[in-house]
């Protein structure tokens, strides 16, 4: 090799700055290790049931989405492992080319059906709809108009799409309205999560519908802890309010009521049509596997044949809503099964779920930037599932721990 470029290269190599510098200097997760107050990544031996097991102890779960408690429910395994043996373990392509089965169509009726809507795509992840949805609506000369507080896929979406980004205060609709006034001419689409995952509280629909009528914009509603949860038939927060024939577009996933894994949009069949054709992330994507399209399937049979369930799941979140407040700890604007105990710094938080886990509740922890700085906080999320004393013990751990760390 020339010299002169042994030499132009090992000057290269040493005034550039390395990528993986970043690597190198991240201790915030080693640090909180080291420290035993680590809560993220623990392993679970178990099936996500109320209680589960970790290190071979028995917890009580309220850490996890599974609202209506089906992820183990008998006919959606069944259902799973049947598809296994139909149609094998993968698609080995993406819904575009190959990976389209009989299945997969039939579920795309079956939630449209269920969701009231002409038309529904499957994803193979929530997260890709978000990112294909958004990304092949928005134009750039549109503009996507999301809630504060939205979920980090719909943040991801607008990133991928060509049009301009705003976002309104977290369910603030003269701040919406404000964002709708000044953009006038405009193609706008407002995408709003219908339940917020952290702080449990409920889209103000109805001012949001008003207003997208009132300035010509188009609505989607990521309502994925709000399908299984939410309406007197489990249909979500349009349903919840009355309005499911005026929101535009309906998200929903798999990983929460649904028992699976996936996701889905519904809608006016020619604008799925279009979606279909232009979501980069469906189309470039492998297809959801045949155990995953059954088992929601079956999942959506169960929500509709078993509603005493949704009965049960809020019979059990209004009894922990009244018991946090009763202990003195603050909930927030939750309206839901998400409950969040609000304790304030982050370390104080890792603390408490920490302790929590030793005696033997599993909840998860939330700081910044997931929440506001300051506003760090256990959320607890609960399943129809949960029995009284499942619950009564969730609340004796939350007193004993609160005491000790003098937030009650």
């Known amino acids: 090799m020339d010299s002169e470029l042994v030499q132009t290269t090992a000057v290269d190599l040493k005034n550039n700055t390395d990528i993986f510098e970043k690597c190198l200097k991240f201790n915030t997760a080693k640090q909180l290790q080291q420290a035993g107050i680590y809560p993220f990544f623990r392993v679970i031996e178990s099936p996500q049931d109320p209680e589960v097991v970790i290190n071979g102890k028995k917890m009580i779960m309220i850490g996890s989405n599974n609202y209506l408690g089906l992820t183990n429910h008998p006919k959606i395994k069944e259902a799973a492992i049947n598809a296994v043996a139909r149609y094998g373990s993968g698609c080995a392509g993406s819904r575009f080319l190959n990976g389209t089965l009989d299945i997969h169509v039939a579920l795309e009726e079956k939630l449209a059906r269920f969701m009231r809507k002409e038309a529904a795509l ?67 689409l407002i995408v709003v999560d219908g339940v917020f995952s952290m702080e449990g509280d409920i889209i103000d629909l109805q001012t949001v519908i008003a207003l997208k009528k009132k300035y010509g914009a188009r609505l989607m509603v990521d309502d994925a802890h709000g399908i299984g949860v939410l309406g007197r038939t489990g249909r979500g927060t349009s349903e919840h309010y009355g309005l499911e024939a005026e929101t535009d577009l309906i998200m929903g996933t798999y990983s929460k009521s649904l028992a699976s894994i996936g996701g889905f949009i519904s809608g006016d069949a020619d604008v799925i049509h279009y979606i279909k054709h232009m979501a980069r992330s469906l189309i470039f994507s492998a297809s959801p596997p045949p155990a995953s399209i059954a088992a929601v399937s079956a999942a959506v049979d169960i929500i509709e044949e078993e509603p005493e369930r949704i009965h049960r799941l809020w019979n059990n979140t209004y009894r922990m809503l009244k018991g946090f407040k009763e202990l003195g700890f603050d909930t927030g604007p939750s309206q839901t099964p998400i409950i ?65 760390l003098g937030l009650i």
């Open 122 to 188: 499957v994803f193979s992840t929530g997260f890709q709809v978000n990112l294909g949805v958004i990304s092949a609506l928005v134009g750039k000369d549109d503009i996507v108009i999301i809630d504060k507080m939205d979920h980090a896929s719909i943040v991801d979406g607008c990133r991928l799409a060509y049009g301009e980004v705003k976002r309104f205060k977290h369910n603030d609709m003269a701040d919406l309205e404000r964002i709708l006034s000044e953009n006038n001419g405009r193609g706008k």
């Open 340 to 404: 969040p105990v609000i304790v304030g710094d982050d370390e104080r938080a890792f603390t408490f779920v920490m302790m929590l886990q030793q005696e033997g509740i599993f909840a998860n922890v939330a700081v910044s930037p997931a929440v506001p700085p300051g506003k760090a906080l256990i959320r607890t999320s609960y399943m129809a599932t949960h029995t009284e004393e499942h619950l009564d013990r969730v609340l004796e751990a939350f007193k004993k721990v609160g005491n000790k």
